[in-house]
Every structure is written in C-alpha cells, then in structure tokens.
C-alpha cells in the first residue's frame, strides 16, 4: 500500500489531494484546500501543509507537484523528420533559439503532436530552476521529496481521457476555471494540441466574468483551428459541476451554439465515504490533481513531467564488458604466471583513475565555458545599443490594429556590429494590409524587408500571411549612456520649429515670408538697412 500526494498552489490557495494506492486501485481518502494570505513564501505553503497532513494521519507520502501555465513557457517547435531516439536533443537546440529565457539548467520536457515525411512537430514546455526550487522547499516541510513535477493542463486532460477512454476521436475544449485564470485546452482524438491560460476579471460578478471567459473561449477556437489544420470544435467540456458554472453555461450555450457538458471530477475516482460526505468547495480545481493520481495508479509517465523529462537514451553500458576482459586476463596471467599481466592490470587501473580525474576537470572546464558564453553574450548584446522596450513600444504603436492583423511570431536579435533586427510572422486580411504594415514600420532610419505575402485559403479571416524583417539602428551613445534613437529627439524638434512663426515655410524649403512694414525696428527703417 502507498499514499500519493498531489499538491498545486496559487496566489490565494494551495490545494491537496490524498490517494492509496494498492496496485492499480485508486481510492481517494483526502481532497482539501488551504486558505494564503498575502505573497506566502514556500516555507509557509510547506509548513500549511505539513500541518493538515499530519492532522490527517498523512506522513512522507510519494509526492507530485501540479505547475500552473504562469510559470512555465511553451512552443510548438517544426523540426526536421528524425530517429525518436534524437528527437530530444533537437527539441532542446531549437528552444534555445525559440524560448525568451531559456538556460542550459532549466527543465525543458515535450509532447509529439504530429510527424509527415518532411517534419515532426512538438509542443515543448520549460519552467526554470527558481520555479523548482520553490517546489522543494515546499516539500521540505514534511521532510518528503518530490518524485514528479507536472503541467497542469496535461493533467486535467489525463483525467479527462481515464473517465472517457472509448470516446478519444473528435476535438474537444477542456475549460477549468481555478480562482481568477482559466485553463483552455484544446484535445484532437485525446491529445492535447493546444492550450491557452488567460486572466479574468479580479473581484467581478458572475456575468462579468462569463462575458470575458466566452471572448477568451471565441479567440482559442479561431487559434486552435490553425493549429489542428482548420478542425473545428466539437464540444465544449466544463471542469466542475454544473452548478459552480450555471451563469457561464448558459452564456456559453446560448452564445456558442454548441454543445456545452459540465464534467464532475469526483465522478471519475473512488473517493473513499468520509470524503463523499464533505466534499470541497469548486471541485472542478481539483482536476489536474486527480488527473495525476489516476496516471500514477496505472503507472503511466505523464505527458509533462519537468523531473523526468525526455531524454536521448543512455548509451550501452561496457563496464560489464570491460570487467569481462579484465577477468580473462586474469585468468590468463594466473595460468601464465600472472607476473606479466598483473603489471598491466595495475596499469590499467591507473590509466582508469587519471581518466576520471581528467573527466572530472572536462566538467569544470566546460562549466567555467558555459559561463563565459553565457558573458559573451551580455556583453554582445550591450554592444549593440538599442533599447529594444521602446522599440518594440514603438512598433506595436504603429502597426495596423488587431482586427487587421494578427502577429504570431515576435522576436529580436543582434548581430556583429551595431543595432540589431526584428522579426515578425503573422497573417493579415489583406495584401494591401502587408503594404501598410511594412511601410509603418519605416521610421526613424529603419531598414524593412519582407517576404511576399502567401495566400492561405484554410486560414479563417486572415487568409494572407507575412514574415517581415526590420533592420534597427542603434540609440545614440553620449558620456557612456544612451540617449534613446536620434530619430525622436529630431522628431520633437522639428513638430517645435514647425510650431513657430515662419518655420513651417523654412522646413519645406520656402523662404521666411516678409514682416509687415510697421513691425520691422525703428533704426531699420531710418537708415534703409535690411532687419
């Protein structure tokens, strides 16, 4: 018999559940939530919790953390087709090159969501060590250890998949309200494609909240369906009973004109009769939990888990094979005397010990490497001198509204040499609109370039898409600090001069016009001379 613990957290909350497992048999004995005031450090979650387990006769259990969308960072990368063996390497080379903030140590895990002759794609997920570390501090509370560290979206759909096992074909949207986000995931034939977190309305009636919950909901159904090659929707799940969501249903049902079920997580598990009795508040936030118990009780490796994530298998292992060798050798220097080969045996063995002491130094070497690549790069980067928050503050200022256009792809970059390069991908409803994008963005000595705009017919509203690459000056540089691009200190000036009397004339090339006789001064007037 063992006890499983589930444990998630939030700004408000942090939320548990207790499962005994007995081989495969799951049943649930505890599912509770714990009340934070204010930002509560680790230490506080871990000693909240330790305080109620123990009060339920709960100590050093397997434990599982759930990590909310907030603190982790995803992609869906295009890779070349390769051997699945290689697959994880990939993933990681390309992240670093796709990820806003992505280190050598962070925990970076992935899922396959599609594979042709030409390229496999992925939906790859990174958290960062801060993010672990707060998990082991919680833990270190009741003196447990983590054993697995997983996405909370991926685990309500796993709790999804075990109460509906035959019924995997079709497209579904997963909504789980837990507090003020929403967890929107999209499942094609089971599988998650596609999934959204987004905020609502702190502190806002029912009807506010459904109001935003649907727009967020409209917006991930036009997302997903690029993202699942225009499949649509067939129904929409929501996470909890049906009387926690009643405004929301009904909203959804009447604005969606689909089918809207509300799935009862405690339905799924056997739930142990102290707990049928006294059931927690919004049991729709305890999903993901059970969805984890569920996994772990059919000894399932969960689709996300930052503690084990994917990796390239470990090559053979010749120790036995070298240990074969070196007893033959033995063997044959017993037979021969031994005197001969017993020296090299002892040879050998200090050819072994130098080599992991050269192993040992490679480690540090490429350590003290890593850390001064990791210089290298900051240094690269203040070399180039653009202030890329006003940058990109500019640019989204400038480019076409959102009803025009949508921007999938924003990242910058530098390059040898001074300033640095933007690049956008997105779709537009119009070529003309790719016109108007480009030309906005030619402003303050900005060097534009684009690929020509390619009409996609499945795309929805947005048939023409665009990769736009703009060349960004550097910031002009006075007693060691930046003084912002020259462009808007010459732009203020001039809106200054166009501003006085006769300068508008003169900024256009036109010559001041005359003053009126009576207002020119009285010696000039006198002696003829010109004022």
């Known amino acids: 018999m063992a006890r499983v613990l589930a444990i998630e957290w939030d700004e408000r909350e942090a939320r548990a559940v207790v499962g005994n497992l007995r081989g495969s048999d799951l049943t649930v004995e505890h599912a509770f939530a714990i009340s934070l005031t204010g930002e509560a450090s680790p230490e506080e979650i871990g000693q909240a919790l330790a305080g109620e387990l123990s009060s339920?006769?709960?100590?050093?259990?397997?434990?599982?953390?759930?990590?909310?969308?907030?603190?982790?960072?995803?992609?869906?990368?295009?890779?070349?087709?390769?051997?699945?063996?290689?697959?994880?390497?990939?993933?990681?080379?390309?992240?670093?090159?796709?990820?806003?903030?992505?280190?050598?140590?962070?925990?970076?895990?992935?899922?396959?969501?599609?594979?042709?002759?030409?390229?496999?794609?992925?939906?790859?997920?990174?958290?960062?060590?801060?993010?672990?570390?707060q998990v082991e501090r919680i833990c270190q509370a009741w003196e447990g250890e983590v054993d697995h560290v997983v996405l909370r979206p991926f685990a309500t759909a796993s709790l999804w998949r075990h109460a509906h096992p035959q019924s995997d074909a079709g497209t579904v949207l997963l909504v789980d309200v837990v507090d003020t986000d929403a967890d929107l995931t999209v499942l094609v034939d089971g599988e998650v494609t596609f999934l959204r977190t987004v905020r609502l309305p702190q502190d806002a009636d029912a009807s506010s909240q459904a109001r935003a919950l649907l727009g967020e909901i409209r917006r991930t159904m036009v997302a997903a369906r690029s993202q699942t090659g225009g499949r649509r929707v067939d129904q929409i799940v929501w996470i909890g009973p049906a009387a926690d969501g009643e405004a929301i249903l009904e909203l959804l049902t009447e604005s969606l004109e689909q089918p809207v079920a509300a799935f009862e997580p405690f339905h799924t598990v056997t739930a142990a009769r102290k707990l049928k009795q006294d059931l927690p508040g919004h049991p729709g936030r305890f999903a993901p939990l059970l969805g984890t118990l569920l996994d772990q009780a059919d000894n399932q490796s969960h689709r996300i888990d930052f503690l084990h994530p994917r990796r390239r298998p470990a090559p053979p292992d010749r120790r036995r094979r070298r240990i074969g060798y070196g007893a033959a050798a033995a063997a044959v220097a017993l037979l021969l005397g031994g005197l001969f080969f017993g020296r090299l045996w002892m040879?050998?063995?200090?050819?072994?010990?130098l080599q992991a002491q050269i192993d040992e130094q490679q480690k540090i070497v490429e350590k003290s490497n890593e850390l001064i690549a990791r210089v290298e790069k900051l240094d690269a980067f203040a070399r180039q001198d653009v202030t890329w928050l006003d940058e990109i503050a500019t640019a989204s200022?400038?480019?076409?509204?959102?009803?025009?256009?949508?921007?999938?792809?924003?990242?910058?970059?530098?390059?040898?040499?001074?300033?640095?390069?933007?690049?956008?991908?997105?779709?537009?409803?119009?070529?003309?609109?790719?016109?108007?994008?480009?030309?906005?963005?030619?402003?303050?000595?900005?060097?534009?370039?684009?690929?020509?705009?390619?009409?996609?017919?499945?795309?929805?509203?947005?048939?023409?898409?665009?990769?736009?690459?703009v060349t960004v000056p550097p910031d002009k540089i006075a007693g060691g600090r930046s003084q912002g691009r020259p462009w808007v200190k010459e732009s203020a000036e001039k809106e200054q001069r166009q501003g006085e009397p006769g300068r508008a004339a003169e900024e256009n090339g036109q010559p001041r016009p005359e003053e009126p006789e009576h207002s020119k001064p009285i010696s000039a007037q006198a002696t003829g001379a010109t004022p």
Do not use: C
């Not at 040879?347 to 010990?353: G, M, R, T, V, Y």
């Not at 684009?450 to 898409?465: A, C, I």
């Open 347 to 353: 040879l050998d063995a200090q050819i072994s010990e």
């Open 56 to 133: 339920r006769g709960v100590s050093k259990p397997e434990t599982i953390a759930v990590l909310g969308r907030n603190a982790v960072e995803l992609r869906v990368l295009t890779l070349p087709p390769a051997d699945p063996d290689d697959l994880p390497d990939m993933v990681r080379f390309q992240a670093q090159r796709e990820f806003a903030s992505l280190s050598n140590d962070s925990p970076l895990d992935f899922v396959e969501l599609g594979r042709s002759d030409s390229q496999a794609t992925v939906l790859a997920a990174a958290t960062n060590p801060v993010a672990m570390q």
């Open 397 to 469: 200022q400038r480019i076409p509204p959102a009803d025009e256009a949508i921007l999938k792809s924003f990242t910058v970059s530098i390059y040898d040499g001074p300033g640095g390069r933007m690049f956008m991908k997105g779709q537009v409803d119009s070529a003309e609109t790719i016109r108007r994008l480009e030309d906005s963005l030619r402003y303050g000595g900005n060097r534009v370039s684009g690929k020509r705009g390619v009409y996609d017919p499945s795309q929805t509203d947005y048939h023409w898409l665009f990769d736009v690459a």
